[in-house]
């Protein structure tokens, strides 16, 4: 563990590379650059709330604020593990001539992804004006999910970077794994009606949202559900664990495969 800490630490200046780069390529010839991380939830929060609110009749003044936290967070556990399963293929040539810690370009992704998340949360405020959601002492509770979305997705992320190097296909298979994942994180409906047909536990077996829920929560002024934080906690620390074994045993034969 020191020594990893030690390598950690040596290397920070590259990492604060890889994510500085990161960030520019997510956003090279756009006008708008990182201003897109503010405008697409908003406007895709605006088309949710017309069409869903429409269909579903949720009329509710705080429903354009349920379906951006929710966005919000499924938006960054999306584009952060695609990005962090291509991580290794995507840097095949500096890994074949210069010797980096491999796990710096997961991480890396895991990371510009993030600060992008976290400067896209500015739209919550704007938002939350505009809704009159008064924030309540529960606001603190977001700091929980905050801490747990990244080692959930730095975790899944790391299994998806090795499986991915030996088995191409599972950059598309993600895709739909995602699309599965997406409409089990309740993000554009109220999740009581499933909770009350018998089918709550397909929602609650999904750790991103347990994870959402209580964000939302925490923004709505709502008590925490600690049942749901303490499962998406471990879930996340058996995924972190899980993760970072399965690369660290075949990062070595990453150079065969890329």
């Known amino acids: 563990m020191k020594k990893y800490l030690k390598t950690f630490w040596n290397r920070r200046f590259l990492l604060s590379e890889l994510v500085k780069k990161g960030v520019k390529l997510?956003?090279?010839?756009?006008?708008?650059?990182?201003?897109?991380s503010l405008l697409e939830p908003l406007l895709t929060t605006c088309v949710l709330t017309i069409v869903f609110g429409t269909l579903f009749g949720n009329n509710s003044r705080d429903f354009p604020m349920y379906i951006l936290c929710g966005r919000?967070?499924?938006t960054f556990f999306s584009q952060a593990t695609k990005t962090a399963a291509r991580s290794i293929r995507a840097n095949s040539k500096m890994i074949c001539k210069v010797y980096v810690p491999k796990y710096l370009y997961p991480l890396s992704c895991?990371?510009?992804?993030?600060?992008?998340?976290?400067?896209?949360?500015l739209v919550l405020i704007v938002l939350g004006i505009y809704c009159g959601v008064k924030p309540t002492w529960?606001?603190?509770?977001?700091?929980?999910?905050?801490?747990?979305?990244?080692?959930?997705?730095?975790?899944v992320g790391m299994i998806l970077a090795t499986v991915?190097?030996?088995?191409?296909?599972?950059?598309?298979?993600w895709e739909v794994i995602l699309m599965l994942i997406m409409y089990t994180c309740a993000i554009f409906y109220y999740p009581e009606k499933i909770?009350?047909?018998?089918?709550?536990?397909?929602?609650?077996?999904?750790?991103?949202?347990?994870?959402?829920?209580?964000?939302r929560d925490a923004i709505l002024g709502q008590?925490?559900?600690t049942k749901l934080l303490i499962y998406a906690a471990i879930v996340s620390?058996?995924?972190?664990?899980?993760?970072?074994?399965?690369f660290y045993k075949k990062q070595d034969q990453f150079i065969l495969h890329v």
């Open 223 to 225: 008590p925490m559900n």
């Open 164 to 173: 991915t190097v030996f088995f191409r296909d599972m950059e598309y298979l």
């Open 72 to 74: 919000l967070l499924y």
């Open 237 to 246: 620390v058996i995924a972190l664990i899980i993760g970072n074994i399965a």
């Open 110 to 121: 895991i990371l510009f992804n993030y600060i992008i998340f976290l400067i896209s949360l």
């Open 195 to 215: 909770m009350n047909s018998g089918f709550s536990w397909i929602l609650k077996l999904n750790p991103l949202y347990c994870i959402i829920q209580n964000f």
């Open 138 to 155: 529960h606001v603190l509770q977001i700091i929980f999910p905050l801490i747990l979305l990244p080692i959930l997705t730095y975790g």
């Open 26 to 36: 997510k956003y090279r010839r756009s006008y708008l650059g990182v201003c897109w």
